[in-house]
């Protein structure tokens, strides 16, 4: 995964567990895409120090990943629903009895709404 997009979905799914100040300078980076020389002017600190609490942010939310694979599960779940919805989509071309179109149906439904959540 290249780093940004990484930064930006572990930043989603575990930046209430970063400092506030990480929080800042990870979401001004990777979110708002500031350069470092912006965000160490923002916030009154060195740019090495940018640099510094990026690196040792990242290294955090990576190890929370590995830890808790929260991103990594829900990216299973969302490519498992995709692959039953193309089976949905091959099934309903085929002729089916009426009762199992009616499970189809009821499938299609709650995958609709497992994508929500």
Avoid: F, W
Wanted: proline content about 2%; charged content about 35%; hydrophobic content about 40%.
């Amino acid at each position: 995964m290249l780093e940004r997009t990484e930064a930006a979905i572990l930043l989603d799914y575990y930046g209430k567990l970063l400092t506030k100040r990480q929080r800042e300078v990870m979401s001004a980076y990777y979110e708002d895409d500031l350069s470092l020389a912006e965000i160490a002017e923002n916030l009154g600190i060195s740019r090495p120090g940018v640099h510094d609490l990026l690196r040792r942010a990242l290294t955090q939310l990576r190890c929370l990943e590995e830890q808790l694979g929260l991103a990594a599960r829900d990216r299973r779940r969302r490519e498992v629903i995709d692959r039953l919805k193309a089976l949905t989509v091959k099934l309903a071309d085929t002729d089916l009895p009426t009762e199992a179109r009616s499970y189809l149906q009821e499938l299609t439904a709650e995958l609709a709404k497992l994508e929500q959540i």
